[in-house]
């Protein structure tokens, strides 16, 4: 194999794995990041929505060895979700077979680990150097530091793993047949704390995901290791009930009295937190291609950024590492051939996951509320786990199958939806779910996907 | 009123246009340009498709008296489509009722006529000048010479006129929630010509547009006033049929020899114009808002850049001008309630076009080779040129309906393709089609519409 100089643009969670796949192939590696280096100085205020490392980030993790270090150091496994009805009555669904867990996991911290692997493995991260300006025929970049200070930086190759707002791509953007979308969601979020209790304990169920169901919008926490929830409060930005209209902290409180009782009770900073955090908007990235010239590609939220309810975001960002180094093996040091083929093999898994994530949104905040939805998830588990070769919920595709393609979970989601369907409109369903009969006609369907 | 001083990016034909608009009502208007003045060095190179100027197109010029001049001066009459097969018959498809037309106009002519009118009308217009940096706040700019001289332009308020590469709309594009999208589309263009006959005569019918359909992709040529006609081929960008793959002009002589055989006849200039032409590519802009802080706004294809299939774009963007001008009697001086009903207005309507470009596309390069799609066609004519106020067909709406806005066009062309698909299905409708039988079902079903 030839040995290449490779450049990264951003040391974020993904630009840091990349690093460390290049690194353990002999290239030479260097990141440049905009920010400057948070291991030295502990930034707040950037996007912290905790962060659910789950199977397809596991995988990517485990092939430069710090799935089981990750897993150790600074995850909490959550074992299902906690429905919180406005009366505070919990409600309790598996994610998957018994064992099965996301895991809630700190950003900063995720990312400060593999930074910290990165350079132990000879990656050299250079911080404070924003992006300013890409030659896309020779992989070569100015980086411009907090004083104005530019310095051009040539290499063979170049990636652009610096996020959804990513410099490269706007570069690429301007060029010819650069097909791009940049979409606002009508929903924003504001993060919210539930602190430890008095005793350093937890003050909901640790092991799981909370989520406030409310219809068109929701409130969800995630366990800290500091016993902790992070919050958050995903919520339209205009109209009639929005941030906009919340626009002062007692019509906030209010609204939570009403809405979210139990945790409100549980928020002694909500006055601070409602405040001070920022309504924060979310965006969805398409573009194509995430190539130009064998000499500049795209990786990451960078070609793809979605919104966060899958949990897929981060976990999308490292298969794009996995599947890369996959390639690598099959093309060795044709990089012409290699990149060519992972746009086109990432491109639909990367649409998928997007419209996954969408679509995911409506099922926490409205459908995690309503008692036939919870039971179609009832049987399909039950199904599933007596008959694993035959039935997979699309959840646990997504989650805990990496081996199965996001697009063809999309695809196989689909076929499942009119199956159960047909199911759920069988007589007394509801009383007799868990029947033979249910099972059988089950069985049936089931060969039919 | 309040005069303001208002700036305006472009002078192309929307920004001119605008600037007619603005200064009719006492405002000082001033035009930043990019390219030097055409008018002084005849440019080519640039994007030259012919224009087809229809009823939306000269609604807004005749608001400000240059309806009948560009008319007059200008225009070529199309009554309809003549569609060309590959043994060279010919199908005549007229456009409308008796006398409707659209008209082949020069894009740079109209352009030149429009600016020369700004100009006597007192609007100041400022040649190579580009718009280097935009304050959104304050409506103010920064424009750059070609010597790379800047200066700065404070005014009351900022059009981006400036197309489809908008450098305005580049801008607001950084800011939050601004959702945009530049979808470029599998098929590009490139202009050849059929130049005037040896006693100065046009080669083909004078008054129509001429189309080639091939399925997949398409030649039409529309007539200039020395008799000669411009043609452009729609065609794929890659793949096996496929400019790419078209490499050699022998090649590409080939296969016209084979698709066009009737027009390459006409093409002396064959080999040249195809080896000097470029391959352009055609891209669909998306976004929104238009407008910021009641400052600055975009217009024409800077907010809504369409594919140029129903010879809709220049009469889109000339309706954005003729909707802001009504507005403009009902708002006053209220400019932020002006803009914020612009944008929400022009909004679907830009959609719908947009959509309807693209349809459109396939109807002319497939449907219009397509015997069952013609006799459908007629059957319609036939029924609306006896029922006018019971049926207009879509193509009707769309060019010579500039009462009906796109998004009720489009609305209303969806349920006219149910009735027409009931009214094909009907026995030996291509003996009887014009029988009092097939009138009577569209009476009726007409009724629904």
Chains 1, 2 share one sequence.
Not at 173 to 195: A, M, N, V, W
Request: proline share 4%.
């Amino acid at each position: 194999m030839q040995e290449k100089n490779i450049s990264i643009a951003g040391a974020g969670l993904v630009g840091s794995l990349l690093s460390l796949y290049l690194a353990k192939r002999g290239h030479k590696v260097e990141i440049f990041e905009r920010r400057p280096d948070a291991r030295k100085n502990l930034l707040d205020g950037g996007r912290s929505i905790n962060l659910a490392l789950s199977d397809r980030g596991l995988q990517a993790l485990a092939k430069v060895g710090l799935e089981e270090k990750v897993l150790k150091e600074m995850a909490i496994p959550m074992y299902g979700r906690v429905m919180h009805s406005r009366e505070g009555k919990l409600t309790y669904q598996p994610y998957g077979k018994e064992g099965q867990a996301i895991n809630s996991v700190s950003r900063a911290g995720l990312n400060m680990l593999m930074m910290d692997e990165a350079e132990k493995r000879g990656v050299k991260i250079h911080f404070s150097q924003a992006c300013a300006d890409v030659d896309l025929e020779n992989a070569s970049a100015v980086y411009r530091n907090r004083e104005g200070e530019e310095r051009k930086v040539e290499s063979d190759l170049l990636f652009g793993a610096d996020g959804a707002f990513s410099a490269v791509r706007s570069i690429m953007q301007k060029t010819d047949r650069f097909s791009y979308s940049q979409e606002y969601i009508e929903h924003g979020y504001k993060e919210l704390e539930i602190p430890a209790g008095p005793n350093g304990e937890f003050l909901l169920e640790k092991n799981a995901l909370h989520i406030w169901p409310r219809g068109s919008y929701m409130l969800i926490a995630l366990p800290n290791p500091d016993a902790s929830f992070t919050c958050t409060l995903f919520f339209p930005m205009d109209g009639e009930v929005s941030f906009a209209s919340l626009d002062t902290v007692d019509k906030a409180r209010s609204f939570f009295e009403k809405e979210f009782a139990d945790a409100l009770d549980m928020m002694p900073n909500f006055d601070r937190d409602w405040q001070e955090n920022p309504d924060s908007s979310l965006v969805i990235i398409r573009c194509f291609p995430w190539t130009r010239n064998a000499k500049v590609a795209l990786i990451g939220d960078a070609s793809h950024a979605i919104v966060p309810f899958y949990g897929q975001g981060m976990n999308a960002g490292f298969e794009d590492c996995f599947v890369l180094d996959r390639l690598m093996d099959e093309y060795g040091d044709d990089w012409e051939g290699l990149l060519k083929a992972y746009e086109v093999e990432r491109k639909p898994d990367a649409d998928a996951i997007a419209d996954l994530a969408m679509r995911n949104f409506v099922e926490m905040r409205d459908l995690t509320g309503d008692p036939e939805f919870l039971l179609r998830k009832k049987i399909e588990v039950r199904f599933s786990e007596k008959y694993p070769e035959k039935w997979s919920p699309l959840y646990s595709l997504v989650t805990f199958s990496p081996e199965v393609r996001y697009s063809d979970a999309i695809a196989l989601g689909k076929r499942q939806d009119e199956l159960m369907a047909e199911i759920m409109s069988m007589p007394n369903i509801h009383e007799n779910w868990d029947s033979p009969e249910v099972e059988e006609r089950m069985l049936a369907l089931a060969e039919k996907l």
